[in-house]
């Protein structure tokens, strides 16, 4: 404990010899080891660790604005996509399938008997393939007046079915009023599977 005092002493004597500017080269040489100590023992770390946790805010900041993005595009294109399924329900509502094909020709056939025209013929054709549905062309040839033959279109018009009428034909018949109407009447049927392009035969 002597020994301390005297060491002390010995220190405040040869710092009381020390002139002013000494003394304060002395401190600001103590501060400078002092902030030394500090920055390389206990700031650095602790600023590289706040840095890393800054880029990584920064980082996780941009991915949730990027999550954010996605999930408005996500609801918009769900909202597409409903609107692009209940308007291909509606088309294929026109388009007939092949069960149902039988029972529109009555219905065709049965118009033209309620409005008063004579079916010669009534003859369907061999379907058409296209891409993703099929023509099926129906050929008729009927007997009536003009009358009747503008009702008969007017009602297959309203069908609720996509029909077209192609190669009307009129002819006057010599024994009256009357007209021979030669017509072609086309449905269209939608087909799940697209039909496959023939394969060239292989050379042997």
Not at 48 to 57: A, C
Not at 83 to 105: C, H, M, N, R, T
Not at 170 to 185: E, M, S
């Amino acid at each position: 404990m002597k020994k301390d005092s005297a060491s002390l002493g010995v220190l405040q004597e040869k710092l009381g010899e020390l002139t002013p500017s000494q003394r304060l080269l002395l401190l600001v040489i103590t501060i400078l080891i002092l902030g030394a100590a500090f920055y390389f023992l206990k700031y650095k770390d602790q600023a590289q660790t706040i840095r890393r946790l800054q880029t990584s805010i920064v980082e996780q900041q941009r991915k949730l604005e990027t999550l954010k993005l996605a999930a408005v595009e996500v609801d918009k294109l769900q909202k597409e996509l409903a609107q692009s399924e209940e308007q291909l329900k509606q088309v294929l509502a026109l388009l007939p399938d092949q069960k149902e094909i039988p029972g529109l020709l009555d219905n065709i056939s049965q118009l033209g008997a309620e409005v008063g025209l004579e079916n010669i013929l009534f003859q369907p054709q061999p379907e058409q393939p296209r891409e993703f549905h099929a023509a099926i062309p129906i050929r008729l040839d009927l007997v009536g007046t003009y009358h009747e033959l503008g009702v008969f279109l007017d009602r297959v018009s309203k069908l609720d079915r996509i029909l077209k009428v192609e190669n009307l034909n009129l002819t006057r018949q010599k024994d009256g009023p009357t007209l021979q109407v030669g017509l072609t009447v086309v449905t269209y049927r939608f087909v799940d599977t697209p039909p496959q392009a023939t394969a060239p035969p292989k050379k042997k």
